[in-house]
């Protein structure tokens, strides 16, 4: 059974970082692409990142493109995202997804929540 | 591109309702479809990917579609159930940097 554990959400300040990581289990990690989705209070879903089962692609939506990182450590089961230079428009519950492929999502994790707020 | 929802649809128990996502430029066929599921307070569930697959432990009464005419994807629930009360969101793709999701529809089971 998949199991996606996220952790390191909090209350940051404007133009400050914060690092979220997902540690995965029941399944073979460094099989799967792993995505980030990101949901804003009372808003829908937006992508946020992915990156490849072996960790030498990743891809970002337009609207973090240069401020967030997304890697991942096999031997750890774990992928990280790494969010710099954060916004307001930032604030939103961070999900970490398994990957049905690089462009499809399939299980989820229960989600981290960031708050971008002076 | 965009994937359009209606914002609500609501039926009774038992009943079957639809709900569509329609593509906004390049065809709904070129690139697959998947749905989720997310009650109130829940993180999302999938149930169904590519256009029309559904995964082990959802029940049949779930079943997706597309078509080309109107350019849209469909999800069908049949038999409704009270249980089925929830947000439901489209997803798709052109490139891989390029992952869209629909604005959701909020189905309620009257």
């Known amino acids: 059974q998949v199991h996606l554990v996220e952790s390191g959400g909090g209350v940051v300040q404007p133009g400050r970082s914060l690092r979220l990581s997902c540690a995965a289990s029941g399944f073979t990690f460094s099989s799967f692409a792993m995505h980030w989705v990101r949901q804003s209070p009372g808003k829908g879903l937006e992508w946020v990142a992915v990156i490849s089962y072996e960790g030498r692609d990743d891809y970002y939506a337009d609207s973090v493109k240069g401020r967030f990182v997304i890697s991942r450590d096999n031997s750890k089961n774990t992928v990280y995202l790494q969010m710099n230079s954060l916004r307001p428009e930032d604030t939103a519950m961070y999900y970490c997804?398994?990957?049905?492929?690089?462009?499809?999502?399939?299980?989820w994790g229960q989600g981290t929540l960031v708050t971008v707020s002076s | 591109f965009m994937l359009t929802q209606p914002h609500s649809v609501s039926e009774s128990p038992g009943k079957t309702v639809t709900i569509t996502c329609t593509r906004s430029?390049?065809?709904?066929?070129?690139?697959?479809v998947q749905w989720y599921q997310q009650r109130p307070g829940s993180s999302p569930t999938s149930v169904i990917f590519?256009?029309?697959?559904?995964p082990s432990g959802v029940p049949d009464r779930f079943s997706g579609s597309i078509d080309t005419s109107s350019n849209s994807a469909s999800l069908t629930i049949s038999g409704l159930r009270t249980e089925d009360e929830a947000d439901y969101y489209c997803?798709?793709?052109?490139?891989?940097?390029?992952?869209?999701f629909g604005g959701g529809t909020k189905l309620t089971v009257l």
């Open positions: 997804v398994k990957g049905l492929s690089m462009v499809q999502a399939d299980s």
């Open positions: 430029s390049g065809s709904i066929a070129d690139n697959y």
């Open positions: 997803q798709s793709y052109d490139t891989v940097n390029h992952v869209v």
């Open positions: 590519e256009d029309s697959e559904r």
